[in-house]
T-cell receptor, first 111, second 117 residues
Framework: DQQVKQNSPSLSVQEGRISILNCDYT??????FLWYKKYPAEGPTFLIS?????DKNEDGRFTVFLNKSAKHLSLHIVPSQPGDSAVYFC??????????FGTGTSLTVIP | DAGVIQSPRHEVTEMGQEVTLRCKPISGHDYLFWYRQTMMRGLELLIY????????DSGMPEDRFSAKMPNASFSTLKIQPSEPRDSAVYFC???????????????FGQGTRLTVV
């Protein structure tokens, strides 16, 4: 059973606009959440994370929001750039052991 | 550090053959993970090790799959016999710490694309 879900397989956004990628989880024990970015023929690379004690974490153009009551997190990219085009995976962990990943959202930023 | 190193990058094999995928984690990392990427399930955790000891192999799909970590710098994932439905990209990842030690992200290798014909 998929504990981390990304219900949008793809997303297209105009350059300069905001990209919002969503992720839902089912396990209330998850206490650490991550976003990974993956280019074709490469391994996923870490982008940004958030601990369950926070509801927002920002790093440059990337902001992750966590809504624990809704078991939902989102990644905002502002402004979106063509180089952001990639597959984005949401991941969650309980006590830093296993990392459970979603199925990914393919983002295309249109110049 | 060179990061997580996987070999081979590509593997094409015939159904029924044994396949061995290899991984060298980042030095000093005490967790190692094997993932399989498919369209349907995304990044699916197969097994993970802590300090070379297998902790959870519940994601291993069948007895045809086995994984070992004989030392802190090497792990293998073996499929015997291989089947066409095993075709996927297999990733190895490593991380440092966990729990009270603080959580860090997992670092991934470039993956092995396996094709079973």
């Amino acid at each position: 059973d998929q504990q981390v879900k990304q219900n949008s397989p793809s997303l297209s956004v105009q350059e300069g606009r905001i990209s919002i990628l969503n992720c839902d989880y089912t396990n209330s024990m998850f206490d650490y959440f991550l976003w990974y970015k993956k280019y074709p023929a490469e391994g996923p690379t870490f982008l940004i994370s958030i601990s369950s004690i926070k509801d927002k974490n920002e790093d440059g153009r990337f902001t992750v929001f966590l809504n624990k009551s809704a078991k939902h997190l989102s990644l905002h990219i502002v402004p979106s750039q063509p180089g952001d085009s990639a597959v984005y995976f949401c991941a969650a962990s309980a006590y830093g052991n296993q990392f459970y990943f979603g199925t990914g959202t393919s983002l295309t930023v249109i110049p | 550090d060179a990061g997580v190193i996987q070999s081979p990058r590509h593997e094409v094999t015939e159904m029924g053959q044994e396949v061995t995928l290899r991984c060298k984690p980042i030095s000093g990392h005490d967790y190692l993970f094997w993932y399989r990427q498919t369209m349907m399930r995304g990044l699916e955790l197969l097994i993970y090790f802590n300090n070379n000891v297998p902790i959870d192999d519940s994601g291993m799909p069948e007895d045809r799959f086995s994984a070992k970590m004989p030392n802190a710098s090497f792990s293998t994932l073996k499929i015997q016999p291989s089947e066409p439905r095993d075709s996927a990209v297999y990733f190895c990842a490593s991380s440092l710490g966990g729990g009270w030690q603080g959580t860090t992200e997992a670092f991934f290798g470039q993956g092995t694309r396996l094709t079973v014909v």
